[in-house]
């Protein structure tokens, strides 16, 4: 039979840490801690296949097959607590929370404090002795059950919370400032309220029965799988639709019942810096809501935290202790307790671990572990601790990275000399490393406003994402290191500041004000996520510097992979770049780049219009010598590795001006009349330029060009070989579909080399090889490799073709098939292993039949993405080229391929 529930409790459990496909993440390292003696509440997690069946079969099928579980589980929980569902002297409260494979912070939905009603609060008010607190529990409960199950959600982003507005006009009539000034009776008078409203909206009444509300809720956790925001989460983080949520229902332990309880979140190193100092944040006396959601503020856990917070925040030490105090000095035996919990977890994963912890009445109860979320810095930073400590080795440090993210260390950090003079307005906490400047908005969803804009809350919440995403920074004036906003924006990678309590916003007039100075909209701002520092205006950036970690990376990359990386550029200045980052070579050099600037554009335009081929071949003299020392260049900043040198590729009519105004311009330059540019222009326009005169089409149709290319080459790489540079020149036929094409090519290339060697009395080495680009090209690589000495694959035009989708129009449907699912992702930007990569497959097995060491790498966008780059790792390929910015990337996700 297959087991849909699994329980755990009093150090015994059905799961384990490696069940995270079936039990999600939360639910097997809930069961490992009781296996391990951390103490955890009892509970149990309905799979992740239950999910998915929720999903296809419905709710009651789903429902009615797992019910006998469940209630031997909810048994379990009673047995082991001594609590009863709805009992009136003994009631069991559970929490209702979800928990995926891969972690999705806030993204779904959590029900706490369920099982109250009018007998369980009587219960809970006689057990605990505190009736207040009793009721406050019982308010929590029917507000977020309100708001999870029964969707009362707030009118417009305008509006606040239909509960908190109540909680507030209650407040106005008592007089009062704080919920903690409720007394019992406000709080009894505020369910009453509460229950009224959803009756009011919903026309329901709110459940008293612990089962409906169970089965309520398990139901919303399940239905929150598919909430937009998780949706959208799932989209950004590529993790598939098809996984689905467990649900664990745990018994609830209590944070909010006095002084010797609390709760907080810890992280056991800073998920910042990756520095190997626990830290996190707490508070006495309330519910983990409170601390993530940063409606109060957050203390520090450890002394030394709280103290850099104080400074940060200009409070004084005396305040500081006095109203701040960190866990370490208000309760030194909870944090003895925590601290030794944190290093046992650290110790037997292996990893940094972010923790959710409660006290309850003088108890430490573990809620939570799993492997923190953290930036690119912290990520590379960790990795190499942790392998120098001796905890994990080389293989396993180099899997820990994440090597898309390495893309945030190489953003640009504010100029040192522009930040001393920056105009501080406000500081807050570091919560995410990074600069960013940006015109202010309010509202996530007006994020994209501006091109670049910074999002200011008081404080984000799970449906912000999408603008979190959009915004180059956010800053939030409450919150603390471990809010929603900070969490999320480590993950994503983005700059962010938090718990400014300087900023203050008012969402209905759309303006920030901080020390009396007013912001409006639209103006700019400079957020400083690694100081917390907010400056006004725009401040300049500078490239970062790379930290010692960064290289150790990159040399366990080197230690491992089999595939080289190379680099599409088109200048030495690009080539240089990516020489640094580790490049080996160029994969991709486009000509045509090189054709359009001052005169050459103009020599250009006068080949284009050349009627004979002796007037094309008077133009195309005009270009050689620029050619040549481009050529020069790039191959001796790329000196000692091979340089692939395509051959014009772009379809005529992208040199000529398609406005007006420039078409004047033309004229006037070129001594001819607009009519004669408009005749022109009319003349190379092509209803598919992308399927039309352009690749190999154009040098076999103009081979004067072919020459023209082939000489500039060939004589840079003998001048330079003549200086003692060594040029490794590899000439490249672009969009070839048959063999003949490119073995046309290839014999004037070659003749060509033999003309200049013979002028020059001096030979160089070269290749020329083929770019495979077309599906009729990979089709015949056979043919195609008795003549070519390498392929690169071109997965730009493959794709296009391959799909038939125009690589300039798939715009306007594609993000449409993603949200419907059709495709999974853009096949632009990740190969489409299944259709295009199968014909990449082809072709290499193909060429290497005829060949078997044919050189082959891949130049398509795809070469930097670290996907498709283990693809091309496993058919075989000798390297990847991507642009110079991403070749640290290609190099992990290259020899992560090779370690398998
Ligand atoms: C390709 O088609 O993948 C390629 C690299 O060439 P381009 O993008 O210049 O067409
Ligand atoms: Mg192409």
Redesign the pocket.
């Known amino acids: 039979m297959v087991k849909h529930v699994y329980t755990f409790g009093a150090g015994e459990a059905e799961g384990k840490a490696d069940m995270k496909n079936l039990l999600g993440g939360k639910g097997a390292n809930l069961a490992e801690m009781n296996l391990i003696g951390v103490p955890v509440p009892p509970g149990f997690t309905i799979t992740t296949e239950v999910c998915t069946m929720y999903n296809e079969q419905g709710q009651q099928a789903t429902f009615d097959l797992i019910k006998p579980e469940v209630e031997a589980a909810v048994a379990l929980v009673e047995k082991l607590t001594g609590t009863k569902f709805g009992d009136k002297e003994n009631p069991c409260l559970v929490s209702v929370r979800s928990g995926a494979r891969a972690s999705m912070p806030g993204m779904m939905d959590t029900v706490l404090n369920l099982g109250m009603n009018e007998d369980a609060v009587e219960g809970i008010s006689k057990k605990s002795g505190n009736s207040r607190f009793a009721w406050d529990s019982y308010r929590r409960f029917v507000q977020m059950y309100g708001d999870v199950v029964m969707e009362m959600k707030p009118a417009s982003k305008e509006e606040i919370d239909p509960f908190e507005e109540i909680i507030e006009q209650l407040k106005e009539e008592k007089g009062i400032q704080l919920d903690t000034q409720f007394t019992t009776e406000d709080l009894q008078e505020l369910v009453r309220r509460f229950k009224a409203a959803v009756k009011k909206v919903t026309g329901k009444d709110f459940p008293t029965d612990p089962w409906e509300q169970l089965w309520g809720s398990v139901a919303a956790v399940f239905n929150s799988w598919n909430n937009d925001r998780a949706i959208l989460y799932r989209r950004l983080e590529q993790i598939p639709g098809e996984w689905g949520t467990a649900v664990n229902v745990q018994a609830m332990v209590f944070g909010n019942m006095g002084e010797n309880s609390g709760t907080g979140v810890a992280f056991t190193r800073d998920a910042a810096t990756g520095e190997d100092i626990f830290n996190g944040e707490y508070l006495i006396n309330a519910q983990g809501e409170d601390v993530v959601a940063g409606i109060r503020t957050p203390q520090e856990i450890t002394i030394e935290g709280s103290k850099r917070w104080a400074v940060l925040q200009g409070v004084s030490e005396e305040d500081r202790t006095s109203k701040y105090p960190s866990l370490e000095e208000a309760m030194p035996e909870m944090y003895r307790q925590l601290n030794e919990t944190q290093q046992k977890l650290e110790d037997h994963y292996s990893d940094m671990q972010d923790l959710e912890f409660t006290i309850q009445e003088g108890k430490l109860w573990l809620l939570q572990t799993r492997n923190g979320k953290r930036t690119g810095a912290a990520m590379v930073n960790i990795a190499i601790d942790m392998l120098e400590e001796g905890r994990i080795d080389e293989k396993t440090a180099l899997n820990r990275i994440d090597a898309a993210k390495l893309d945030e260390l190489l953003h640009p950090v504010f100029d040192t000399a522009a930040m001393k003079t920056a105009t501080v307005l406000a500081k807050g906490l570091p919560a995410s490393p990074g600069a960013a400047t940006g015109q202010v908005v309010f509202f996530a969803d007006e994020a994209n406003k501006y091109p670049e804009s910074v999002l200011v809350r008081v404080e984000t919440s799970p449906e912000d994402l999408e603008g979190m995403h959009i915004a180059k920074g956010i800053l939030t004036a409450r919150g603390g290191m471990t809010s929603h906003a900070a969490v999320v924006a480590r993950g994503m990678g983005k700059c962010c500041v938090s718990g400014a309590g300087a900023v203050k916003i008012n969402y209905k007039t759309r303006v920030m004000t901080i020390d009396g100075v007013e912001f409006q909209q639209g103006d700019w701002i400079s957020l400083n996520g690694t100081t917390g520092e907010v400056y006004k205006g725009k401040v300049a950036t500078m490239d970062p510097e790379m930290s010692g970690n960064f290289a150790k990376i990159m040399d366990l990359a080197a230690k491992y992979t089999r595939m080289a990386v190379r680099t599409n550029a088109d200048s030495p200045a690009d080539a240089q770049v990516a020489r640094d980052f580790g490049a080996q070579g160029i994969g991709l050099c486009r000509t045509e780049h090189m054709f359009f600037e001052g005169e050459r554009i103009k020599a250009m335009r006068e080949m284009i219009l050349a009627k004979t081929e002796v007037e094309r071949r008077k133009a195309l003299d005009k270009l050689l010598p620029y050619q040549r020392e481009d050529f020069e260049g790039i191959l001796e900043a790329m000196a000692g590795y091979g340089v692939t040198i395509r051959l014009l ?1 772009p379809p005529l009519h992208e040199f000529v001006p398609h406005e007006e105004a420039n078409q004047k311009e033309m004229a006037d330059e070129m001594g001819i009349s607009v009519e004669a540019v408009k005749a022109l222009v009319e003349d190379l326009h092509e209803f598919n330029p992308m399927l039309g005169h352009r ?1 190999c089409r154009l040098g076999n149709t103009y081979p004067e060009i072919t020459e023209m290319q082939a000489r500039a080459i060939i004589e840079a790489a003998v001048n330079l070989t003549q200086k003692g540079v060594d040029a490794r020149p590899e000439i490249m036929v ?2 070839i579909g048959t063999v003949k094409e490119f073995k046309l090519q290839a014999d004037i290339i070659n003749t060509t080399a033999e003309k200049v060697f013979a002028e020059k009395g001096a030979r160089c080495d070269y290749m020329v090889g083929t ?1 495979i ?1 077309i599906p009729r090209a990979a089709m015949t690589a056979d043919l195609v490799a008795e003549h070519a000495e390498f392929f690169s694959f ?1 997965t ?3 794709t296009q073709m391959t799909f038939g989708y125009s690589r300039d129009d798939a715009g306007k449907f594609l993000p449409i098939y993603i949200e419907k699912g059709i495709l999974k992702n853009d096949p632009f930007q990740v190969l489409d292993q299944e259709g295009v990569g199968q014909i990449v497959k082809i072709g290499v097995e193909k060429g290497r039949s005829t060949k078997p060491d044919l050189k082959v790498g891949i130049c ?1 966008e795809h070469g930097g993405e670290p996907s498709s780059v283990k693809f091309c790792n496993s058919v075989g390929m000798n390297y990847v080229s991507c642009s110079p910015y991403r070749v640290p990337i290609a190099r992990v996700a290259a020899a992560q391929a090779n370690i398998g």
């Open positions: 590729d690749g672009p969009l770019m680009e071109g730009n035009d493959l398509g």
